[in-house]
């Protein structure tokens, strides 16, 4: 099931003009900037986005001149996550699946805030990524506020879950922000 949603979700993502993504994409900005919870946070891990995703170049520009600006680099031996600080995004290499990752040292504190990436969330805070598992892995023990960013469209009612799955407190869209009570 979660592979047929995913492929119907990069599908329908694959489809956005980009004057939607782009209308959509600062809409999201804008909320994401206005939320105590960003306002408040000193240092926040971003994904580098990739094909059809919210795009965060943006974000992270913005965000590296006044918070420690963190990325994930993906350890293919180890199958987890390693944060990165970073200070621009000049030293971003692709890596086996076409993902911009920083080189450096492991950032080993705590962020205050992860956006965490996904083809899908639902209202409830669950999400469908590419299927790797990564930042399932990666979220298990992180003690900070997750948020997703998702368009609108690539809201749905309710996803199908796995015991290993681990959902985000807030997901902001270009329309709304839902606090996920849990």
């Known amino acids: 099931m ?4 995913r492929k119907q979700h990069l599908d329908k993502r694959s489809k956005h003009s980009k004057e939607s993504v782009l209308k959509k994409s600062l809409a999201i900005e804008k909320r994401l900037f206005s939320s105590s919870h960003y306002k408040k946070a000193k240092t926040v891990m971003f994904y580098a986005s990739f094909r059809d995703e919210v795009p ?26 390693i944060p990165i600080k970073i200070d621009s995004l000049g030293r971003l290499e692709e890596n086996s699946f076409g993902i911009s990752e920083p080189t450096g040292e492991e950032f080993k504190e705590n962020s205050d805030i992860v956006i965490v990436p996904a083809v899908t969330y639902d209202k409830k805070g669950h999400r469908i990524g590419y299927g790797q598992g990564y930042y399932d892995q990666f979220l298990k023990d992180y003690k900070g506020i997750k948020i997703g960013l998702v368009f609108e469209n690539h809201l749905e009612d309710v996803l199908p879950v796995d015991a290993h799955d681990v959902s985000v407190d807030i997901i902001i869209t270009e329309k ?4 996920i009570q849990k």
């Open 176 to 179: 709304r922000t839902i606090n």
């Open 2 to 5: 979660k592979k047929k949603l």
């Open 56 to 81: 965060t170049t943006r974000l992270i520009l913005d965000a590296l001149n006044d918070k420690v600006v963190v990325l994930p680099k993906i350890d293919l031996d180890t199958k987890t996550i």
